[in-house]
């Protein structure tokens, strides 16, 4: 791939981007952490910009957010810049192997995974158990 091709598909994917500013926010060092003492359920996505599998995974977010507005009110989603934070703390602690790994928490506890998994029924299962667990 030439410079000019990868500039513009990276400038695709960014104009593509469906989730909205408000859906998420981006991890720095102790957010995810201080959201988990506290007891939150929460949607870790371990992201990249670059990432085509991570970009397949947005889209599918973003139409589900949109499907189910109660997943943006009662489930909090933190973006973890791969790039940024994947050799990380958090990213050790909780055994992240790649970008592309969607994981739902409530305080501490795992509810559920998904690793390079960019289907709509995995990923609506994911959000249907940390809703679930958000009561």
Partial sequence: ???RTLLLSSA???LAS???AEDR????????E????????MVLDFWASWCSTCAAQERVIAQLMADNPDYGRKIRFIVVD???HGEGDLSRALKIPRRSTLVALKGREEIARIVAG????????LFDAALAAAG
């Fill in 1 to 3: 791939m030439n410079r």
């Fill in 12 to 14: 695709a994917l960014l």
């Fill in 18 to 20: 469906p989730l909205r």
């Fill in 25 to 32: 926010t981006f991890y720095t060092p102790g957010l995810a």
């Fill in 34 to 41: 201080a959201a988990m003492d506290a007891g939150e359920v």
């Fill in 82 to 84: 791969w790039d940024e």
């Fill in 118 to 125: 960019t289907g709509k029924a995995e990923i609506k299962a």
